[in-house]
């Protein structure tokens, strides 16, 4: 098993438990990423499937970690020349581009790149070995699984710096089929041990938005956790008011998400692999689309939902909502520091507390 303090060698600004700022495509942009980091976090910019705008994200980053207050300019979090940057980059694989991913990844030197759903994984040996080249290794590898297959296999093809174990709970997209973070990574750190790989750190992703989650995750083998649906209720998150607030407003996220194609399908997103699909609030879209609304029917209503702004995100509206299963749990939109140091305290407190632990030992 890893050395759950390996994560803080690597990333050296960042706190025990480590907290990652999952990249979500369009939310997870510079201010996030950079208010994630300061936080003593590791903040993801998500360049998704396109690279176009990278540079320009990566710049605005750097801009904002060189502007820090005083107290941050003089923290390892700061930008240092010839260092990495103090945030990660993630990628969609299957749809981007690897030469101007390189170029980008050369020029500003992300601490952390995190590869996901790419046609192959195959496919993810050439972005490895080139970013490692480029990089003079300096910036490290993380892969997002959602299998104990999957977590072999690139742990043999690609020997990731950090393999991200995601669970079904997770928000956003994800393997349509597969097991919950408390069953997935135990299983696949024991496979991973097994084979000579016990050495990469694991981080859990996938239905854990507060302190509980997070000292459950460290428990079962995790060096650290990613979040998402939590900080889509960030002040920093680049994201529609109508959005948030449906993340805030929703509860018993088991009942009121679910795993679907119907908004890929709708919005025209249709080269996901075919074993993805993405977990968001239940609202009309799809509630028509179960009870055999044609599928052009569906997709003029969501068109015209769009011009609606906020008011076309609802239990009774259209929009796009995704979320994992946590969402009951997150109950205000906070800056991000507030919610690094609140998870971290309740964690931390539930697994150094000696009354808590004691409730459990064998009478």
Not at 47 to 62: F, I, K, N, V, Y
Not at 323 to 338: F, N, P, R, W
Request: charged share 20%; hydrophobic share 40%.
């Amino acid at each position: 098993m890893a050395n759950p303090n390996t994560l803080q060698k690597s990333y050296p600004w960042t706190l025990s438990p480590l907290i990652a700022c999952a990249p979500m495509r369009l939310i997870a942009l510079a201010p996030l990423a950079v208010a994630v980091s300061q936080a003593g976090g590791l903040g993801f910019l998500a360049a998704g499937t396109d690279c176009s705008s990278l540079d320009h994200d990566l710049a605005e980053a750097t801009l904002h970690l060189s502007q820090s207050p005083s107290q941050i300019r003089t923290s390892p979090c700061a930008v240092k020349e010839g260092e990495p940057l103090s945030i990660g980059v993630g990628f969609i694989n299957w749809g981007a581009d690897l030469e101007q991913a390189l170029s980008s990844i050369r020029k500003y030197l992300p601490a952390a790149v995190w590869f996901f759903a790419p046609k192959d994984l195959s496919d993810l040996v050439p972005w490895t070995e080139k970013t490692r080249e480029v990089t003079k290794g300096r910036t490290k590898v993380w892969i997002q699984i959602g299998s104990v297959a999957d977590a072999l296999n690139v742990a043999n093809s690609c020997k990731p710096d950090v393999i991200v174990v995601q669970g079904t709970d997770a928000g956003g997209h994800g393997l349509k089929r597969g097991a919950g973070i408390i069953s997935l990574l135990p299983e696949v750190a024991d496979v991973l041990e097994e084979q000579g790989f016990g050495s990469i750190p694991l981080v859990a992703a996938g239905g854990i938005v507060e302190g509980r989650g997070v000292a459950a995750s460290l428990v079962i083998g995790a060096s650290g956790v990613a979040m998402g649906t939590r900080f889509l209720a960030a002040k920093e998150a680049t994201i529609a008011k109508g959005y948030q607030d449906e993340v805030i407003r929703a509860s018993d996220g088991g009942i009121t998400t679910t795993r679907s194609t119907i908004y890929d399908r709708l919005r025209g997103t249709t080269d996901w692999p075919k074993h993805f699909n993405g977990r968001g609030i239940i609202n009309q879209t799809f509630v028509d689309a179960q009870n055999g609304m044609d599928f052009e029917e569906n997709k003029r209503l969501y068109k015209e939902e769009i011009e609606k702004g906020n008011e076309g995100w609802g239990l009774l509206a259209r929009m796009t909502t995704y979320a994992g299963t946590g969402i009951g749990l997150v109950k205000e939109v906070q800056d991000a520091e507030h919610i690094i140091q609140e998870i971290r305290r309740d964690a931390l407190s539930l697994l150094h507390n000696p009354r808590e632990t004691s409730r459990y030992e064998l009478l």
